[in-house]
Antibody, heavy 119, light 107 residues
Framework: EVQLLESGGGLIQPGGSLRLSCVASGFSFSTYALTWVRQTPGEGLEWVSAITGTGASAYYADSVKGRFTISRDNSMNTLFLQMNSLRAEDTAVYYC????????????WGLGTLVTVSS | DIQMTQSPSSLSASVGDRVTITCRASQSISSYLHWYQQKPGKAPKLLIYAASSLESGVPSRFSGGGSGTDFTLTISSLQPEDFATYYCQQSFSTPYSFGQGTKLEIK
């Protein structure tokens, strides 16, 4: 059974940093690209970042480019999102998800972790 | 960047109704279009991928169609558990993007 479990969320002041983790199980971790998607409370979904299976390539939304860094440790089946220079508008539930197939649909999602940026 | 526009933003319907949600891309995305269902407090769930392929375990009352820029999600006969928010998403190119969502409510 595929499982994705995020952690690392919490309350952080504007300008601060936070690192999210997503531990995966139930599939061949290094074979699949992974992604982060966020959702502001009561609002829609926003794609944040994605990384290939080897970690060689990473992609970002313009809203986080230069501030967030996605990475993965295939030996630990773990995906990371390093978030720096946090802003109030980064407040959201952050989900990790697994990409599947040549069309890259998001077939499994974690439960999410809440990041609140506030003074 | 590719913009995804869903309509309607909200929809009231009754159990047994047939409903259709529309998603339009700002440029052609071939069949790189997927549909997700999200219930309050839960993660999104993949329903339809590649515009028209039904995800395993999803009831056959859900169907998807379209290609290029115009896509549809149809629920043939609404069931109580279908009342949720639905999102389309393109994976044709990064930055990937979602529609704003369609909230399906009980009439």
């Amino acid at each position: 059974e595929v499982q994705l479990l995020e952690s690392g969320g919490g309350l952080i002041q504007p300008g601060g940093s936070l690192r999210l983790s997503c531990v995966a199980s139930g599939f061949s971790f290094s074979t699949y690209a992974l992604t982060w998607v966020r959702q502001t409370p009561g609002e829609g979904l926003e794609w944040v970042s994605a990384i290939t299976g080897t970690g060689a390539s990473a992609y970002y939304a313009d809203s986080v480019k230069g501030r967030f860094t996605i990475s993965r440790d295939n030996s630990m089946n773990t995906l990371f999102l390093q978030m720096n220079s946090l802003r109030a508008e980064d407040t959201a539930v952050y989900y990790c998800a697994k990409l599947r197939g040549p069309l890259h649909e998001f077939d499994f999602w974690g439960l999410g972790t809440l990041v609140t940026v506030s003074s | 960047d590719i913009q995804m526009t869903q309509s309607p933003s909200s929809l009231s319907a009754s159990v047994g109704d047939r409903v259709t949600i529309t998603c339009r891309a700002s440029q052609s995305i071939s069949s790189y279009l997927h549909w997700y269902q999200q219930k309050p407090g839960k993660a999104p769930k993949l329903l339809i991928y590649a515009a028209s392929s039904l995800e395993s375990g999803v009831p056959s009352r859900f169907s998807g169609g379209g290609s290029g820029t115009d896509f549809t999600l149809t629920i043939s006969s609404l069931q109580p558990e279908d009342f949720a928010t639905y999102y389309c998403q393109q994976s044709f190119s990064t930055p990937y993007s979602f529609g704003q969502g369609t909230k399906l409510e009980i009439k």
